[in-house]
């Protein structure tokens, strides 16, 4: 049976990667409110016989306190423990013997399950769902579980893997004031520190219907899924505890932040962190768009003349790490052999003072503008990543129709936007520089 449930398990994720929209096809969807808050949205397509069940919370680490980081992860993690009715463990065997696959995720800014099914058992994934939100088992033995879980993870993917350590080290310098300071991984000390009645509040704050978004999309009936959401979700009780969403906002940075960081590596690192706006605001999209100018593809700018022609550097990309309040614009590189940091930061700042200077074309923003495009049909080829993304559309931007129209907001961008953005925001001024460093360097 176990042998059977993942030769259905991997059909399934075969299935649901094939293309499902082609250029120009409109995703329909569904969305409405259950009277506890719970949002809920819904997307048939009936060509493949899946089904994705999501779930997006709206609470991340930004939303934990200073001295007890790490909630929102451990979290991704309790809620595979079991509830009132699904015995300890049982969980992933569940949805393995149905034919199905499940897994979680924990941002900044929201954590996120899922469950891919066949889709004649949409039942059983929706009652999965509910029992956690429901009756999710917050006791001492799940904690104890997976406060070891969670150590584990933070040693050996953040701590003891070479550059591990990267997007924490450079959070916390580059944010000073928001709760972007710490990354969701957290801290160790305070998850250790922490009490099961901590664990216990933190659930009925944020694990509430009402800061939810259930998100399905596949081989479904709209009408017959509304009456099982019914049927699973409508009796579950609003929440009773105020949401804490963080109001402060990041000041803008006046000097550029230089600092090292020795790792147990052999060849260095250089990482610059520039401050940009959230995502979805008008600056966004041609930061975004800046990002893949420079890194891209085997043609982009780093790619071409730090890597292939001056061989300063084994690899050099840039990406914009998109948050719900505000974000970087990261560009990142590791030294080639004999390289020292300071000549592979001076390359890759001359590639970025060309664009600054104004050296994009309108052929450059074409290329950028079909990159952008192949990219928006293939987040959607797939029934979680439609379920996904109509869920972060809605929770971010208050629109799920976005799926459809946010590459229109790309597809305005000017190289006159490209060139205003690169001067207001690749400045040194408004940037982190990090160099990652061998211990044996350290003196």
């Not at 916390?172 to 922490?194: C, L, M, N, T």
């Not at 216990?200 to 800061?211: E, K, S």
């Not at 976005?402 to 590459?407: A, G, M, Q, V």
């Amino acid at each position: 049976m176990a042998k059977l449930a993942r030769k259905i398990a991997a059909l399934l994720l075969v299935l649901s990667s094939f293309g499902l929209m082609a250029t120009g096809t409109k995703i329909s969807f569904v969305h409405y409110t259950l009277p506890n808050g719970l949002n809920v949205i819904l997307h048939q397509d009936n060509s493949k016989p899946v089904v994705a069940v999501t779930i997006l919370y709206h609470v991340g680490s930004k939303n934990e306190s200073a001295d007890r980081t790490g909630f929102a992860h451990f979290f991704e993690h309790l809620m595979f423990e079991g509830s009132e009715n699904i015995p300890r463990g049982q969980y992933d065997k569940i949805t393995q013997n149905a034919g199905g696959v499940n897994n979680a995720n924990t941002s900044q800014d929201r954590t996120f399950y899922y469950e891919l099914l066949p889709s004649n058992q949409l039942e059983l994934g929706l009652w999965l769902e509910s029992e956690r939100l429901m009756h999710l088992k917050v006791d001492s033995v799940g904690v104890e579980t997976q406060r070891k879980v969670v150590k584990e993870e933070r040693s050996s993917r953040y701590d003891n893997q070479p550059y591990g350590s990267i997007i924490e080290e450079t959070f916390k310098r580059a944010f000073r004031v928001h709760p972007y300071h710490w990354i969701p991984i957290g801290s160790v000390q305070y998850i250790d520190e922490a009490k099961l009645s901590e664990f216990m509040d933190f659930y009925r704050t944020y694990y509430v219907p009402d800061n939810a978004t259930l998100s399905i999309a596949g081989d479904i009936d709209i009408e017959t899924t509304k009456q099982l959401v019914s049927k699973y979700f409508a009796g579950i009780p609003k929440g009773k505890i105020p949401i804490v969403r963080p109001q402060v906002k990041e000041p803008p940075q006046q000097a550029e932040i230089r600092d090292v960081v020795y790792d147990n590596i052999q060849l260095p690192a250089v990482i610059q962190a520039y401050q940009m706006p959230a995502m979805g605001t008008p600056d966004y999209y041609a930061l975004d768009m800046l990002t893949r100018l420079l890194s891209s593809g085997e043609s982009s700018r780093l790619v071409k003349a730090v890597v292939d022609q001056q061989q300063k550097a084994l690899f050099a990309g840039a990406f914009p790490f998109a948050l719900e309040d505000a974000g970087l614009f990261i560009v990142f590189s590791i030294a080639n052999m004999g390289i020292s940091p300071e000549d592979v930061e001076a390359a890759i700042n001359t590639e970025v003072e060309k664009v600054i200077s104004g050296d994009v074309t309108d052929k450059d923003l074409q290329k950028l503008k079909n990159q952008v495009e192949n990219e928006f049909v293939n987040q959607n080829a797939s029934m979680a990543g439609i379920a996904e993304n109509l869920a972060n559309y809605h929770v971010y931007f208050g629109d799920a129709n976005l799926i459809n129209t946010e590459i229109e907001r790309y597809n305005k961008v000017t190289r006159e936007d490209l060139l205003r953005v690169a001067g207001k925001y690749l400045r040194k001024e408004n940037r982190l520089v990090l160099y990652y460093l061998p211990k044996s360097e350290k003196k």
